[in-house]
């Protein structure tokens, strides 16, 4: 069990000091040092710390293996991208729907994504819904682990296929590109490429700070304390599903947010981009990095978005060799991730015969045993 | 009537299919507490198998029936050879399990997109499976039959070995209670392993069965083992008639389902029904009593 700290403690200002280098490095340096190309790149890496951010959460701080952010990256991007779509359209029906019927009219539900204002707020709500009851009908039945993994992952696959077969409400397998406006700005021009760049980059530092306040709060703690031992929790008196349940619902929230900003910097959304491959680089890039720590997951899930996006191109074979070994390799020998690794050195220096258990090894020990 | 007898037949057959593809994955899950998301990979490794068979029995009749035990025995010792090198290490963090067992389907995938044509190859049916069985006006192929009489067998085996042999009580001891199953004297790692063996063994079989009926590729294993899981999750773990009754009900929805509406919302369908059906029975249909908490 992680020991409760004096508070604030030093710690908590270490991590506001790296959240503070982080946001110069991203918002300040980046966008001097690094050329147009570089920029939208590392803007996509961005998005997909977000969602890290929020599997972290969820996952490294919850004990929720969430094995389908995909969904929620998805609710956010495709709320995004057909806002953009029609935004591009104009008055008229986009291009890809009247491709197989050039009578086709706007389907219902893309009418509300003509206003701004809806798909922001739907960017925001739509996974805090779904999030909301799938966790409520989930955590309140107790049903948790492996379980939980799978049924996530299952939504992620059915969402995917539901997507690639609803060529013309939805695009399908060639998904939603081709977007020129983004809220008004013309998305070829250089300059709004780096304002969107630099939303992304702030959204990702707003989240970080999220956490960074979540992991040093009362709620922090129980969230913790959950994922060691649920049924002390229970036991003193504290509901475990409602404190998962709102872990569940920001990772969403998180997800969805990522989702949202990949689309105007990526320009295309798939259902590649969402299905059970994607939803697992996600968690890759947080298992990578550190699950339980503040900004493991974030920086590997830039890491592994990075070797998706540079090997996953040139060295296809290569690169998903190198990504399950990648899962093999970590979680075998280093269940915390990189980020343990100091912690590691320094304990093997300070006494040598005596390896620390990691604090997660000794809570999936004890929830072995319960 | 008319349309509903094709859809019970056919989905009778998939829950056949999911059945075999399932009853390794229970077995491991219910006595180990670790889901093995490799054994979609270990199917696949069996239908690869019916066809290298075929490479050497030429004779699509004689072929399939070698197969079936070579299948076994391959993927049951890839299944040991994942145990013995990284499930071993993993047995107090069960989720992790999961993740590096993803990790591992992630490279067999790979290798097999390497080893043979990424568009698949063919495996021929023998000609004894080319007929088709009557049954109420409907033309049954027998390849659907098959696999229900396959999955029979199997089932059979399985529960007799479990009921009638030493390894089988032991097991079924380690399912209940793993420290007292020590405590009695029983190795519960050398059972594991043996659990391991035949769970994965199982579903090589399965994969020979899906060859007939699908394409073998290198992608098919990621079709099963979500079904083949969700069948666990609603039947409950630890017995088997729990996941025979799942495993033929998601059978029969999936291609009720798909007949009413389409192939892919089909599997949205089946899912919701699952999420749904947790709520009533988290624990699923049948499950073994134990007085651990949660």
Not at chain 1, 9 to 30: D, E, H, P, T
Not at chain 1, 214 to 243: C, H, I, W
Not at chain 1, 264 to 269: A, K, N, Q, S, T
Not at chain 1, 339 to 359: C, D, G, N
């Given at each position: ?370 | ?6 859809q019970l037949l056919n989905g009778s057959?998939q829950g ?231 495993a033929w009900a998601v059978g029969v929805a999936l291609s009720c389902f ?37």
């Amino acid at each position: 069990m992680t020991k409760l700290k004096p508070w604030p403690s030093l710690r908590g200002i270490a991590g506001l000091g790296g959240i503070a280098v982080f946001a110069v490095l991203l918002l300040a340096v980046a966008p001097v040092v690094l050329s147009d190309h570089w920029i939208n790149n590392l803007g996509k890496y961005c998005c997909w710390a977000i969602a890290a951010v929020g599997i972290g959460l969820a996952w490294g701080r919850g004990g929720m293996l969430v094995m389908g952010q995909g969904v929620f990256f998805a609710l956010g991007a495709y709320a995004m991208a057909m806002h953009l779509t029609l935004e591009t359209a104009g008055d008229r029906v986009p291009g890809f729907m009247v491709l197989y019927d050039p009578l086709a009219p706007l389907p219902v539900f893309w009418e509300p994504f003509r206003s701004a204002g809806f798909t922001l707020l739907a960017i925001v709500l739509l996974p805090v819904i779904v999030a909301g009851i799938l966790g409520y009908a989930l955590f309140k039945r107790r049903v948790k682990g492996a379980y939980f993994a799978i049924l996530t992952q299952a939504l992620a696959v059915a969402l995917a296929t539901l997507i690639s077969s609803t060529i013309r409400e939805t695009g399908g397998d060639t998904g939603l590109s081709d977007f020129k406006f983004f809220f008004g700005f013309v998305l070829n021009d250089p300059a709004n490429k780096v304002m969107v760049y630099s939303i992304a980059a702030a959204l990702l530092i707003v989240c970080l700070l999220a956490v960074w306040q979540f992991y040093r709060s009362r709620f922090g703690e129980l969230l913790v304390a959950t994922r060691d031992a649920e049924e002390r929790v229970r036991f003193l008196g504290y509901d475990p599903a409602n404190v998962k349940l709102v872990a569940f619902v920001v990772s969403a929230l998180m997800a969805s947010i990522g989702g949202a900003m990949f689309v105007p910097i990526v320009g295309i959304i798939t259902p590649a981009e969402i299905g059970a491959a994607a939803s697992i680089l996600m968690i890759a890039g947080v298992a990578f990095g550190g699950r339980a720590s503040l900004f493991g997951p974030a920086l590997g899930a830039m890491a592994v978005g990075w070797g998706q996006s540079s090997l996953g191109s040139t060295w296809p074979d290569g690169w998903t060799y190198i990504l399950g070994l990648l899962f093999v390799v970590v979680i075998l020998l280093l269940p915390n991730g990189l980020s343990s690794l100091p912690a590691r050195f320094a304990a093997i220096r300070r006494r040598p015969a005596e390896q620390p258990t990691p604090a997660i090894v000794v809570a999936e020990l004890e929830e072995v045993r319960s | 009537m008319d349309a509903l007898i094709p859809q019970l037949l056919n989905g009778s057959a998939q829950g056949a299919l999911l059945l075999l593809a399932a009853l390794g994955l229970s077995l491991t899950f219910g006595q180990m507490g670790v889901i093995n998301m490799a054994h979609g990979e270990f199917l696949m490794i069996g239908a690869f198998n019916a066809y290298l068979v075929q490479q050497v029995i030429t004779s699509s009749d004689l072929s399939i029936p070698v197969a079936l035990p070579v299948a076994f025995v391959v993927a049951g010792l890839f299944g040991l050879l994942l145990e013995v090198t990284i499930i071993r290490w993993m047995y107090r963090r069960p989720l992790d399990t999961l993740l590096v067992t993803v990790g591992v389907s992630l490279i067999l995938q790979q290798a097999a997109l390497q080893i043979f044509p990424s568009q698949g190859v063919p495996v021929e049916k023998p000609s004894w499976l080319d007929g088709q069985l009557n049954v109420l006006g409907y033309e049954w192929p027998l390849r659907q039959l098959f696999t229900i009489v396959l999955a029979a067998v199997c089932v059979a085996a399985l529960s007799a070995w479990l009921k009638y042999t030493a390894f089988g009580r032991r097991i079924r001891a380690t399912v209940h209670n793993r420290d007292l199953a020590e405590t009695s004297g029983i190795s519960t790692r050398t059972i594991d392993r043996l659990t391991f063996f035949v769970g994965s063994g199982l579903a090589g079989v399965a994969g020979v069965a899906a060859s007939l009926i699908g394409g073998t590729n290198s992608q098919m294993g990621a079709q099963y083992i979500i079904p083949a899981f969700l069948v666990v999750a609603a039947g409950g773990i630890g017995q088997l008639k729990g996941t025979i009754i799942a495993a033929w009900a998601v059978g029969v929805a999936l291609s009720c389902f798909a007949y009413w509406t389409t192939g892919s919302f089909a599997q949205v369908l089946a899912f919701i029904l699952v999420i749904v059906f947790l709520q009533v029975r988290p624990q699923g249909l049948f499950t073994v009593r134990t007085r651990s908490l949660a």
